[in-house]
């Protein structure tokens, strides 16, 4: 069998590419497929021929003309190398998921909504001109009481959503959006001894972690103290204090204000009647004529301190079973757009079933298969490797187009299964967490105006004019007339009266 290539660019079908690499992935390990190009740019050959943004769709099939999309996507990036006889030009791009990952979706929280409603609403609030569809949506059966995203990616507002109800999702070649259930759908395939060239798989326990611990954001939360009588004016408070209010029980109960700060407010200058020492959690009353007089009563009455404190909110989920076989593996995260405890729960749910086993990773060389689609699963047949028809989920699929590969029908490897994150993963992984963390604090919603200018036409049957003289006298801004409830005054015009037309149209 040979394999049979072409790609489009804005609808102009090239046959001529020197290679062409397609990696195709699924949106759940924060990826999204890429593809590279390089043509022979011969004398400049297509020195201005293409553009950023360009449309490009590659197809290939088996002995015969390809029909057959294998992707879709973009142009981000021209690359011309090279010199005289040896120019060549390397064309890289995303696919249309490359839009999800360059808007973010502004402020927002939905409460009590089914998870694919909230996809749905994504997608339509923040991808405009049509450029996707989203028929391919489907239903989960799981609904959140509340999620906020607070400037974050629409890819990553997904990838939550998916992560939640245990769903992926991808783009596909004709540029719709599509919402699926993990390891429900079966490409049919069988990897074995009759197509696998060459394979590894490896299993690793780097990325277990059975106790998980999730910190969402700080909340205030309200506190009362009670304190008895007691010998001097420091009161020790259980936690730092923020909005502190102070009731002295003297007869009748005095509610003391204002407060200050220690080392920063002087109650001997000022009128404080309290102080607060928030990195000792400490509250003094003070005394004395310019604080107010205090003593009568400090030491010997009962005060009553009302504050809030501020306190992360925090979900801890363990596996008992994992934590026996593994021994306990402890992941910590931090993640200030989460704003309620059930959104922290459901946030460690997750990553605890997502983390609390070993992960296998297949990486594969084929022969004589060609069309893939990565989230379906297969069934994999190797017994050396001691997998005997199992069913793993199809990660990514790589196509490395070149004449030579082409003529020997080996143009894939795909990966199987659960991915073990490499130094890519971990790259991207920390600037989504920067990301998140710069966006944490901007939670206010702006309001967008657009302008422009254009023609409306308005078909009628009749119309009716009304016209209205202003008269001979029309006084403003005159000395003497244009005072307010004054009978000399005139403010505004002196008219003749009114006179209606109405004419057929």
């Known amino acids: 069998m040979v394999i049979k290539t072409k790609v489009e660019i804005q609808s102009v079908e090239y046959t001529d590419a020197e290679t062409m690499v397609v990696n195709r992935s699924i949106g759940e390990n924060n990826t999204i497929s890429s593809f590279e190009i390089v043509f022979s740019n011969e004398n400049g050959q297509y020195d201005n021929t293409f553009s950023l943004n360009n449309d490009v769709i590659i197809y290939a099939d088996k002995d015969a003309s390809p029909t057959t999309k294998i992707f879709r996507g973009i142009i981000e990036r021209l690359t011309y190398t090279g010199r005289q006889q040896t120019e060549r030009l390397r064309i890289t791009g995303r696919d249309y998921g490359a839009i999800l990952q360059d808007i973010l979706v502004s402020p927002r929280i939905f409460k009590d909504m089914e998870v694919s409603h909230i996809v749905k609403a994504l997608l339509i609030q923040n991808i405009v001109n049509g450029e996707i569809t989203w028929t391919g949506v489907n239903a989960t059966g799981t609904t959140v009481e509340r999620i906020t995203f607070n400037n974050i990616s629409v890819f990553d507002a997904l990838k939550r959503l998916a992560d939640t109800s245990g769903f992926y999702f991808y783009i596909d070649e004709d540029k719709n959006f599509h919402f699926v259930q993990r390891d429900s759908v079966s490409s049919g395939l069988t990897f074995d001894n009759t197509n696998i060239t060459d394979a590894k798989f490896r299993t690793t326990d780097d990325e277990i972690f059975n106790n998980i611990i999730v910190y969402g954001d700080r909340q205030f939360t309200a506190s009362r103290e009670v304190f008895g009588a007691q010998a001097g004016s420091m009161y020790q408070l259980d936690d730092k204090p923020s909005n502190v209010g102070?009731?002295?029980?003297?007869?009748?109960?005095?509610?003391?204000?204002?407060?200050?700060?220690?080392?920063?407010?002087?109650?001997?200058?000022?009128?404080?009647?309290?102080?607060?020492?928030?990195?000792?959690?400490?509250?003094?009353?003070?005394s004395g004529t310019a604080a107010g007089d205090n003593t009568g009563w400090i030491g010997s009455k009962a005060v009553i301190i009302e504050y809030q404190r501020s306190s992360p909110l925090a979900s801890i989920r363990r596996d008992d079973t994992s934590i026996s076989v593994y021994g306990q593996k402890d992941k910590i995260v931090v993640d200030r757009n989460i704003k309620d405890i059930y959104e922290a729960n459901t946030k460690a749910d997750t990553l605890l079933s997502e983390f609390k086993d070993p992960k296998i990773q297949g990486d594969i060389d084929l022969n004589g298969v060609l069309a893939v689609t990565p989230g379906n699963t297969a069934t994999v047949n190797i017994p050396f490797h001691n997998i005997g028809s199992e069913t793993y989920k199809i990660l990514n699929a790589k196509y490395n187009f070149t004449p030579r590969n082409n003529l020997s029908d080996n143009v894939l490897s795909v990966s199987l299964n659960k991915?073990?994150?490499?130094?890519?993963?971990?790259?991207?992984?920390?600037?989504?967490?920067?990301?998140?963390?710069?966006?944490?604090?901007?939670?206010?919603?702006?309001t967008l105006i657009e302008t422009a200018i254009d023609s409306l036409s308005v078909e009628v049957s009749d119309y009716n004019v009304i016209s209205r003289s202003i008269g001979s006298g029309f006084y403003f801004g005159l000395p003497g007339h244009n005072i307010f409830n004054d009978t000399d005054s005139l403010y505004g015009d002196m008219r003749t009266g009114s006179e209606v037309i109405s004419k057929p149209w």
């Open 419 to 446: 991915k073990i994150a490499d130094m890519t993963d971990i790259t991207k992984d920390i600037l989504l967490r920067l990301k998140k963390i710069e966006g944490s604090e901007v939670e206010t919603s702006l």
């Open 246 to 286: 102070v009731i002295g029980s003297a007869d009748p109960n005095v509610y003391l204000q204002p407060g200050g700060i220690i080392s920063v407010d002087d109650p001997g200058t000022g009128s404080v009647q309290f102080l607060v020492n928030y990195p000792a959690s400490q509250i003094i009353l003070t």
